[in-house]
């Protein structure tokens, strides 16, 4: 079965130090990849996402994520975090067959800043 | 555009009443999802449609939920009869299939059900 496992639920920084949120997939089958970010209150965005091509993918906000296929990851990273980078952020992985078409959404970690 | 619209933002009712959420889709998407986010449970898929169609319902949790779409520009997801365990935030979101096949998805602000 296809999953997204998101291995850490909390990741507490300080400000200005630098992150890696990971994430780490399963499916024997080609993905497309996402991160998303919830601030308090809000619905989801996106925040970057991998289709094909180079592995390192550049988002907004000044995140960026890599793409290893052999380790079946998509971490998130960002060199210097902001206090309103204080949030949740979820993986995603879209797997697309000819009979099956569904996005997974992982359980979240949840970012917090301390300045 | 507006974004996804979602309506009530909150919603406070008793057990055992209807509830009924509504979604506006941003226009010329083509899916349309419906999840649900709690604290212990995440964020659930409930249902999807491709062209106003539905497509996987098996997130649905049981007959109480039912969705509909019967226009490009308007979703519903009705509870009948609610119970305290619906409680949660409900989430629509819409998205164009591109030429890659990586839709990015576009939520709305939820709706806060509160079932007392």
């Known amino acids: 079965a296809q999953s997204v496992t998101q291995l850490d639920s909390q990741v507490p920084v300080f400000e200005e130090a630098p992150v890696e949120l990971r994430c780490n997939y399963s499916s024997s089958v080609s993905v497309y990849l996402f991160w998303y970010v919830q601030y308090p209150n809000q619905g989801l965005q996106l925040l970057l996402k991998y289709l094909s091509g180079s592995t390192l993918v550049k988002g907004i906000n000044g995140f960026e994520a890599e793409f290893n296929k052999s380790q079946t990851s998509f971490h998130l990273r960002k060199p210097s975090v902001h206090i309103s980078d204080t949030a949740e952020y979820f993986c995603a992985v879209r797997i697309k067959k000819t009979s099956y078409d569904k996005v997974i959404f992982g359980p979240g970690t949840s970012l917090s800043v301390i300045p | 555009d507006a974004g996804v619209i979602q309506s009530p933002r909150h919603e406070v009712t008793e057990m055992g009443q209807e509830v009924t959420l509504r979604c506006k889709p941003i226009?010329?998407?083509?899916?349309l999802f419906w999840y649900r986010q709690t604290m212990m449970r995440g964020l659930e898929l409930l249902i999807y449609?491709?062209?106003?169609?539905?497509?996987?319902d098996s997130g649905m949790p049981e007959d109480r939920f039912s969705a509909k779409m019967p226009n490009a520009s308007f979703s519903t997801l009705k509870i009948q009869p609610s119970e305290p365990r619906d409680s949660a935030v409900y989430f629509c979101?819409?998205?164009?299939?591109?030429?890659?096949?990586?839709?990015?998805?576009?939520f709305g602000p939820g709706t806060r059900l509160t079932v007392l």
């Open positions: 979101a819409s998205s164009l299939e591109d030429r890659e096949g990586a839709d990015t998805q576009y």
């Open positions: 449609f491709n062209n106003n169609v539905p497509i996987d």
């Open positions: 226009s010329g998407h083509d899916y």
